[in-house]
């Protein structure tokens, strides 16, 4: 149990925290969400004993074991198998022991070792390993490969390995599905689902939230609020407390107003003044109901394109990879996909699987290795992927990276009035990058994408480091977005916002999947029961085999043209029903007897069959398009 007891907690000058109360229970799972700067991260720092409260104290148990995802990891030369398997620091010296006493013939020490091991339970701890490093992505192949040779992302991933692989009674774990794939996410929900400690959890993402959770500690204005449930339950629950605030609010307010006007119409008269006293008193002892402040919603919009013909971009039986010495490496084969305006494509599938590779052979940032790109010469891509951050000038504004990107003749104050709409308002954006948090680099590197008006959008994990209110913006935008979307990403209430089509790309190839995110991740579960890998002797996973997923059969789109006309076809019959209708309700059209009344009467009949028929039609036309 963690208990907050008039908490409060400063960074610099800056009070993040004050007066809060809350008491934590073993078994609980956690989600601390709020606005970045809220104080989510600190929090987590005091729980861990790295931070002093201003006032107050928070109570955590002296012999709760408590694990958490270290920020950085060293280039190492440890294995990652041994550097997972340190997590569990007592089963991995009787590890250690066993090997050393092994290499030296020792065969007491060998024993002792053993005896050890059983003692602590260390006899599967390998296989435990290894199942971590399996479900986060890890081919078996790597389990033996030196940590210095993971990239940083990949480093990330071992790091949450280790946390997983240590006991304890309390993990904290701080944005962990950042640089995970879907596969790897949807896995990791499942792990914390049996986790049988307390999880304190901080997370942007809404679906792995409402997937893991039992509460949610919200964190805003200096305060901290516990709601039970996960967080679609609490914005439900915020919601009404929000609303239950205003009506207090307003009803203070009006008696605030009925006492105030009784007492300086009577407090001069004598035979009124107990009255006016007893009023002021009454006045004096009101609660103080806060107005009900509403947080500035984040809007964003993606312009529309300037021209938008409908075939775009397409790889015909395309190779994709990358030219090495000594031979290229062909990472997908026989690739055939059509982009065309109003597609929205959502790859899946694990990191390393070549999504990535797909994504830049359509951009033409990597050249066929075979096959051939066709695009339309009307084609305007917005690119977007984790260099394109990386790449934001050091010491430049928001307004010289758009500058730049405008060219000459363009005034100041139209690329003002443009990054105002990315939530770059008034000074912000003359303010140096360097400053900026990662969602807010993010955000201005969608907003240079945007600028160019595409009329395709290739958006590899867009996501990372944003927000909430700034990932449910960007869903938004890019539901109202014209052109055809290619969507890499591990936050599946984006993808569900946005897409209606996807694409599994594993084993060399990238195939229509036949189904929804749901029927995804229950063929992932499907694909490797319970997590219980067949292993090898020293441990390594065996990955699971289940028959791939079905891929989708090929849907004959509807004709644009033909959909179209049935647009319009009923846009102008629901005119005509309208005008037939507004002639009905003219009183004078009835005092000739009521036969001009019975043939509009007649005409409206016949519109409304028209009308049904029109519609159908469209509905089936529909139907093709999806």
Avoid at 127 to 155: D, Y
Avoid at 243 to 266: C, G, P, V
Avoid at 392 to 398: E, I, K, Q
Wanted: aromatic letters at 6%; charged letters at 25%; proline letters at 5%.
């Amino acid at each position: 149990m963690i208990s907050l007891r008039d908490f409060a907690l400063r960074r610099g000058e800056r009070l993040l925290l004050s007066g809060v109360d809350a008491t934590l229970h073993s078994g609980w799972r956690v989600g601390v969400v709020g606005r970045n700067g809220t104080g989510k991260s600190s929090l987590f720092a005091a729980v861990r004993g790295e931070v002093e409260p201003d006032r107050g104290a928070i109570e955590v148990p002296g012999r709760l074991r408590i694990a958490s995802v270290a920020q950085e990891t060293p280039a190492l030369d440890d294995l990652a198998l041994d550097f997972v398997l340190s997590g569990d620091a007592v089963v991995f010296d009787a590890i250690r022991a066993e090997r050393e006493a092994t290499a030296r013939e020792d065969w007491e020490a060998v024993a002792a070792a053993h005896s050890r091991l059983e003692e602590v339970g260390g006899y599967d701890a390998t296989a435990r390993a290894a199942r971590l490093l399996h479900g986060l992505g890890f081919a078996p192949e790597t389990h033996g490969q030196a940590v210095k040779a993971f990239s940083g992302g990949w480093r990330v991933r071992l790091n949450l390995a280790r946390a997983l692989m240590a006991p304890s009674d309390l993990l904290l774990l701080d944005e962990p599905t950042n640089h995970l794939d879907l596969d790897a996410v949807l896995w990791l929900e499942q792990w914390l689902l049996r986790y049988p400690g307390m999880l304190l959890l901080i997370s942007h993402d809404r679906e792995f939230l409402d997937g893991v959770c039992t509460h949610t500690l919200h964190l805003a204005d200096g305060k901290a609020r516990l709601y039970t449930g996960d967080y679609t339950a609490f914005e439900r629950q915020r919601a009404e407390h929000l609303r239950q605030q205003q009506i207090s609010h307003e009803k203070e307010q009006a008696e605030r107003a009925h006492l105030q006007s009784f007492i300086d119409r009577f407090k001069a008269k004598a035979s009124k003044a107990r009255q006016a006293q007893s009023r002021v008193k009454r006045l004096a002892k009101l609660a103080g109901t806060e107005a009900v402040r509403v947080e500035r919603a984040l809007r964003i919009q993606f312009p529309e394109p300037a021209k938008l013909p409908h075939s775009l971009l397409g790889l015909t039986h395309a190779d994709c990879g990358y030219p090495a010495t000594g031979g290229a490496v062909r990472i997908l084969a026989d690739i055939t996909l059509r982009l065309e305006a109003g597609d929205r494509i959502a790859l899946l599938g694990p990191n390393g699987a070549g999504k990535s590779t797909l994504v830049k052979s359509l951009v033409g940032e990597l050249p066929l290795l075979a096959g051939e790109r066709g695009a339309h010469p009307d084609l305007r891509m917005g690119y977007f992927a984790q260099h394109t951050v990386e790449s934001l000038r050091a010491g430049a504004s928001p307004v010289d990276h758009l500058a730049e990107l405008a060219g000459d003749g363009v005034p100041t104050q139209q690329l003002r009035d443009f990054l105002g709409r990315w939530n770059f308002p008034g000074d912000r954006a003359f303010e140096n990058v360097d400053v900026f948090s990662g969602g807010e680099r993010a955000r201005l590197a969608l907003a240079l994408v945007a600028w160019g008006r595409p009329n395709v959008l290739l958006l590899d994990e867009p996501t990372n480091h944003l927000d909430l209110d700034m990932r449910e913006a960007l869903a938004e935008a890019l539901a109202d977005f014209d052109g055809a979307i290619v969507l890499v990403s591990h936050d599946r209430h984006l993808i569900g916002l946005v897409c209606d089509s996807f694409w599994r790309v594993a084993d060399g190839q990238a195939q229509p999947f036949d189904g929804d995110l749901d029927e995804y991740a229950a063929w992932l579960r499907s694909r490797d029961p319970g997590e219980k890998a067949p292993r090898t002797a020293g441990g390594d996973a065996t990955p699971a085999t289940a028959s791939p997923p079905p891929a989708a059969a090929p849907r004959r789109k509807a004709n644009p043209h033909k959909l179209a006309r049935a647009e319009a076809r009923v846009a102008e019959l629901e005119e005509q029903i309208g005008l037939i209708e507004a002639e009905l309700a003219e009183p004078e059209l009835y005092t000739d007897g009521g036969t001009r009344a019975a043939d509009l009467a007649k005409r409206q009949a016949d519109a409304r069959a028209a009308l049904e028929e029109a519609e159908e039609v469209l509905l089936a036309l529909y139907a093709e398009q999806a």
